[in-house]
């Protein structure tokens, strides 16, 4: 029984594909650091709104598994991490139910951050929950019809660190603004790689990706694009005096970004995996760096 139990637990392991999580962690660091620096930071919120961007990526990825499944997106030769529902290591029924629970808890979790965000956090955390669901469900995917980058930066960037800051000190800057941008430019790159990685098994189910659509030497540009925007603005606020030099200590993190430059124009199919776990730690280093940054500011003040 203890083994029947452990293999679950690992079968549940690979449904949640915990490296993913790193990039719903990255966003609500960024904005509870800002929050930090103006004063307004409350851990109880904060902790809750790091809590609920989990189980909203944990529960997108349950939706991904099954979803992709029943429309067959997951035939053939698979680069990526297993998908449990394709193999059989789970049945659909069972992902849809585990996907419930997680966007359950969600909502939970919610209704406390609109007690202390009011009503625009309620409707935010709706949309994101149906829109999580959208990505690969329902009549009309939005990873379906090259909209998922779009999905991503908003809910991942735009939405994630400006709804952290916001529950937290009920105001947002346009510092929070462009560092919100800078977040989910990263978070797109993350799935560029992705949806690099899977061109061909995409184009085969007609999974009409970014990627798919404009082709590979596209998708290399959007990467690098979305890399240099990520440290252009926090640059670019401090040059204009809205952010303080030691938030540029995510300029540390520049040569392995540059390593991922490089790779994304070497590496192919599933030699792309390890570009993308280094993009999305390169979105994590990047994240405590400019809040230990912010942190260490405050505290010379």
Not at 34 to 39: F, I, K, N, R
Not at 116 to 128: C, Y
Request: with cysteine; aromatic share 12%; glycine share 10%.
């Amino acid at each position: 029984m203890p083994e029947r139990s452990s293999s679950r637990v690992q079968i549940w392991l690979l449904a949640i594909r915990p490296k993913t999580l790193f990039a719903a962690a990255a966003p609500v660091i960024v904005g509870s650091a800002m929050a930090y620096t103006d004063g307004g930071f409350h851990a109880g919120p904060a902790l809750v709104c790091l809590l609920t961007a989990l189980l909203l990526q944990i529960g997108s990825n349950l939706a991904n598994d099954v979803f992709d499944y029943e429309r067959g997106a997951d035939q053939g030769e698979r680069f990526g991490p297993i998908r449990v529902t394709q193999s059989e290591l789970l049945a659909p029924w069972e992902v849809k139910r585990g996907m419930l629970v997680v966007f359950g808890l969600s909502i939970l979790l919610g209704l406390y951050l609109t007690f202390v965000g009011r009503w625009p956090i309620l409707i935010l955390g709706m949309i994101a929950i149906i829109s999580a669901i959208a990505y690969t469900g329902g009549p009309f995917p939005l990873g379906y019809h090259g909209l998922g980058d779009l999905f991503v930066f908003i809910f991942f960037g735009l939405a994630a660190v400006m709804g952290t800051y916001y529950i937290q000190v009920l105001a947002i800057s346009a510092t929070v603004w462009w560092m919100a941008v800078a977040m989910g430019l990263l978070t797109v790159a993350i799935l560029v790689v992705n949806n690099l990685r899977d061109v061909e098994s995409d184009r085969l189910s007609n999974k009409r990706t970014l990627a798919v659509r404009f082709g590979e030497q596209f998708t290399r540009l959007e990467f690098v694009t979305c890399i240099l925007g990520a440290y252009i603005i926090p640059a670019g606020l401090w040059g204009s005096g809205k952010l303080p030099l030691l938030s540029l200590l995510v300029v540390f993190t520049v040569p392995l970004a540059v390593r991922l430059v490089l790779a994304i124009y070497i590496d192919t199919g599933r030699e792309l995996n390890k570009t993308l776990a280094g993009t999305s730690l390169v979105e994590l280093l990047y994240a405590f760096s400019f809040a230990f940054g912010l942190f260490i500011d405050s505290m010379m003040q």
